[in-house]
């Protein structure tokens, strides 16, 4: 997984791409770090290009959705597709995580 | 000097007893403590064959063998292949060194010997060598360990004869295949006897890979089992008091992915409850079309206060239940696009048709096995329950 930040007015916007797997612990925690220095109240994760999730990516995500409600920040998950899609739907995330489409 | 270092045998080989008095003289005094000798190339594989020595210095020209020839002779034993041998040499021109690296030389010493050079490269080459054993040593180590918690691991799974004795008293026939991934991973399923010929039957997926993943199923399968005499005939209670326990064991980022059901052959009946599962399917009789089931719900062990709905599926007689971890479909492609074709099959209907359940269960896990691969990415287990003919 790789990702991008673009900084607007409202809001910080994420893009990941690829794919989020156990294998990218180090590197989502590197982006939660660099979201919580952000001034941005609106934290947006663009899932559009991301391809596929597994269950520790859920996990990560989750991770992010708390560190971000600590620091009074709110995460959102925005444009997920495909795979990435069926299994936010399939773990009703929406009841926990703020889900755009 | 470390004392690792300093304790390695050294083998000094060279036909000149001066020489080997001085390079003996020079690693003695910089703290080497394990010298040997050999006086030519015969003597030196005997004396390596006697104890082998961490490192060898050679000289080339010996009479009888040379250098060359010790060092080939060395190189296409498996055992000392990796051994290193420090070649000492007058030669300058770099053909001869080349030659010297093609006969499987580690490194070059030039004569006449300079000591720090001597020490310095005798050093570095040991260091390399100390590395590479702890590094050996500890990656056995943890191989070994591995192999244990999944034997562990292996352990928790229905035992053949607990699956045995469920044919008898539930008149289901039980089969399952699981596939660990290299690393252990999070999948656990098994089955819990209830009264009136009926049980209980979870699959559990724990999100995460490794040793950390393997030890939050341990968790599970014991909360599991605990929750078992009071909530084990009602699945959407089990799943919510689940989810409670679950929610102050594990950290977050954790959690897992389950389906229990109680698989009731006499009523003809599976009533189930899912946390984010693969959904479960039927494999009707004759030749109906497949009936998915509802995976959907939140995964146990993320938030507080989540309800699970009690779901149910038809069991009739002559069919099957297949239940699964997502791998499964990820392995197959597409949604569920995969794993239905593939009980759509001639191969599984005809089967199931002529009440061959085992062949049908034989064909699907032929075709999951040919599709993950020796060891799969991510575990993956299957569960299949025949009813009465469909055996």
């Known amino acids: 997984m790789d990702y991008g930040i673009e900084d607007k007015e409202q809001e910080t916007l994420v893009r990941l791409r690829g794919r989020l797997t156990f294998n990218d612990h180090a590197k989502l925690r590197a982006l939660i770090r660099e979201m919580l220095q952000n001034k941005a109240k609106r934290q947006v994760l663009d899932l559009s290009t991301l391809e596929f999730v597994d269950s520790a990516g859920i996990g990560m995500l989750l991770i992010a959705r708390e560190e971000m409600a600590n620091a009074d920040k709110q995460l959102v998950l925005r444009s997920a597709a495909g795979q990435v899609k069926r299994v936010l739907t399939v773990a009703q995330l929406n009841k926990i995580v703020t889900i755009e489409d | ?391």
């Open chain 2, 1 to 391: 000097m470390d004392e690792a270092i300093a304790a390695c045998r050294i083998l000094v080989v060279d036909d000149t007893d001066f020489n080997r008095t001085l390079i003996g003289a020079l690693l003695g005094e910089a703290g080497f403590q394990n010298v040997a000798y050999a006086k030519d190339g015969f003597d030196a594989l005997d004396q390596i064959a006697a104890e082998a020595p961490d490192l060898l210095i050679l000289d080339i020209m010996m009479p009888g063998m040379d250098g060359f020839e010790v060092c080939r002779r060395l190189r296409a034993d498996h055992a000392y292949a990796d051994l290193p041998v420090l070649v000492q040499t007058a030669l300058s021109s770099s053909d001869d060194r080349n030659r010297a690296f093609a006969a499987g030389t580690t490194d070059l010493i030039s004569k006449p010997l300079d000591r720090t050079e001597l020490v310095a490269r005798v050093r570095i080459h040991l260091q390399n060598r100390v590395l590479i054993r702890d590094l050996q040593t500890y990656r056995a180590r943890v191989e070994g360990e591995l192999a244990m918690a999944r034997s562990m691991y292996d352990h928790l799974l229905p035992s053949a004869t607990l699956c045995a004795a469920l044919t008898d008293s539930a008149g289901v026939t039980l089969r399952s295949h699981t596939a660990l991934s290299s690393d252990l991973g999070g999948d656990l399923w098994g089955v819990l006897p209830l009264a009136g010929g009926r049980f209980g039957l979870f699959l559990l997926d724990m999100a995460g890979r490794g040793v950390s993943a393997a030890l939050n199923a341990f968790r599970m399968h014991t909360l599991i089992h605990e929750l078992a005499p009071p909530l084990g005939e009602r699945p959407g209670a089990f799943l919510t008091e689940l989810n409670e326990r679950a929610v102050c064991l594990l950290e977050l980022g954790q959690h897992a992915t389950v389906i229990y059901g109680v698989v009731d052959g006499a009523a003809e009946r599976f009533t189930y409850a899912a946390a984010a599962a693969a959904p479960p399917v039927l494999i009707p009789p004759g030749n109906a079309p497949l009936v998915f089931g509802e995976g959907a719900g939140p995964p146990v062990g993320i938030a507080a206060g989540a309800r699970y709905e009690e779901h149910g599926l038809p069991f009739p007689p002559d069919s099957a239940l297949a239940l699964h971890s997502t791998a499964v479909l990820e392995t197959l492609g597409g949604r569920n696009g995969g794993l239905a074709a593939l009980l759509q099959s001639a191969a599984v209907r005809n089967a199931m048709a002529d009440g061959r359940g085992g062949d049908a269960f034989t064909a699907v896990t032929k075709a999951l096995a040919a599709a993950q691969g020796d060891v799969p990415l991510d575990d993956h287990t299957l569960v299949w329950i025949g009813h009465g003919g469909a055996r």
